[in-house]
C-alpha cells in the first residue's frame, strides 16, 4: 500500500537554521579537519631512503593547515563572526570564547615555528631525527583538534547543535 503526503523522517527536518556565521564556521571546521588528516596521511608516509621528498609532502599539507588555520581565526574572530554571535545571545558563554579566542595567537605561532622548521632544518640527522620530527607534528595535530573539540563544545552550549565533522 502506498502511502500519499508522508514524508520519510530526516534529521534536517527537526534542526533550526543555521546562521551565515555558523554556516561559515562549520564550513571552516570541515576544512580544517581535511587538512589535518591529510597531513596525518603525509606525516604517516614511508620517509626511510626517501626524507626530501617525505619532507616536502609534509611541509605542503601542513601549509594547507596554516591556511585552513588562518581562515578558522578570521571567521571565529571578525565582526560579525562566530565569536561575537554567540556571545551576543548567551552572554555566559563569554569567558569560554575568550579561552577559546586566546588559543589562537598561540596556535599560529606554533604552526608557522613548524613550516619555517620544516623548510629550514634537514630531517633525518643530528639536529631532527625523523622519530623527533614525527613526534613534534603529531603534537602539534593534538593541539589543533584540542582546540577544534572546545569550539564544537562551546557551538553546542550556544546553539544545541552539533557543528559537525566531515560531511
Not at 40 to 57: G, H, N, V
Not at 62 to 86: C, F, N, S
Amino acid at each position: 500500500m502506498r502511502r500519499v503526503g508522508v514524508r520519510d523522517y530526516d534529521a534536517s527536518m527537526t534542526e533550526k537554521p543555521r546562521s551565515p556565521a555558523l554556516q561559515e564556521a562549520a564550513k571552516r571546521r570541515r576544512t580544517l579537519h581535511e587538512a589535518l588528516v591529510a597531513l596525518e596521511f603525509a606525516i604517516s608516509s614511508p620517509a626511510a631512503s626517501r626524507i626530501p621528498d617525505w619532507t616536502s609532502l609534509v611541509t605542503k599539507e601542513i601549509t594547507a593547515v596554516r591556511d585552513a588555520w588562518d581562515q578558522h581565526v578570521d571567521t571565529t574572530e571578525k565582526p560579525g563572526g562566530l565569536y561575537e554571535e554567540i556571545v551576543g545571545m548567551s552572554p555566559r558563554l563569554a569567558g569560554t570564547m575568550e579561552r577559546l579566542r586566546d588559543e589562537h595567537p598561540e596556535i599560529t605561532q606554533a604552526v608557522g615555528e613548524m613550516l619555517a622548521r620544516l623548510e629550514q632544518v634537514e630531517i633525518g640527522g643530528l639536529p631532527w631525527p625523523l622519530d623527533d620530527a614525527r613526534d613534534d607534528l603529531q603534537r602539534l595535530i593534538g593541539k589543533l583538534i584540542r582546540h577544534r573539540q572546545r569550539g564544537a563544545d562551546l557551538v553546542w552550549e550556544a546553539y544545541n547543535l552539533d557543528i559537525g565533522g566531515p560531511e
